[in-house]
C-alpha cells in the first residue's frame, strides 16, 4: 500500500513538474535566459587592445597600444548607434634611430559608428562602418612624421556577448585615412588597423 502511495505521489510530482517547466517556458514571468539578455537601450562599454599601421606608415610606426571608451544606442536588437572616443600610441621602429622618452606618436580621435548584428541571439556577430576625426601629436622632431589632424572611415565587425546587463564586445577595423599629412608626402601613406576587446553594461 505505502509503494502505490509513494509511486502516485511521484508521478503527481512529474507530473506537476513539467506542467511548471510549460509555464515557465511560456509565462513571461519567467523568463528565458535570452530575455534576461539586455540586447536593446544604453550600452557604455571600455577597454584596448593593439594598433598598427599599413601602407608607408608601417614602415615608421611599430604597432602599439590603444583604448577607449563607447556610448552606444540599440533602438531594436540588430541595429546600433555609437559615439566613441579612442586613444593610441606609437613607437618609431628603432631602424629609424630615434629615440625620446616616451611614446613617439599620440593620436586621440572621436568617431560616430554604425552597427548591424548579424543575428538577434545574446552572443551576436556584428558588422560596423562610420566615419571619425583624429588629432595626432607627433613628439619625435625630424622623423618625418608631423603633427596632423585627418579623418577616418573605420570597417569592420566584432562579436558582442550580453549576459543580463552584462556586455562584451570583441572587434577588428580598418581604418581609411583621409585628409592625412601625417606622414611626409616622399613615401606613401597608410591605413590604421585596431583590435580590442572591452566590457562594460547594457540598461
Known sequence: MKGKLFAGALVLSLVGGAALAKDAVEDPAYPTEQDRSVMRGVTVTAGGGIEGYTGGLSDSLAIG??????AGLKPSKVFGLELGYTGATNELRSTLGFDVNGADVVRNSGQVVAT??????PVQPYLLGGIGLNWYHVRATGSGLSDDTSGNIPLGGGVRAYLGHFTADARLDYNIMFADD??????TGGGRYTGTISVGSTF
Open 65 to 70: 597600444p590603444t583604448w577607449g571608451v563607447t
Open 182 to 187: 601625417l606622414v611626409n608626402r616622399s613615401t
Open 116 to 121: 548591424v548584428g548579424l543575428t538577434s541571439t
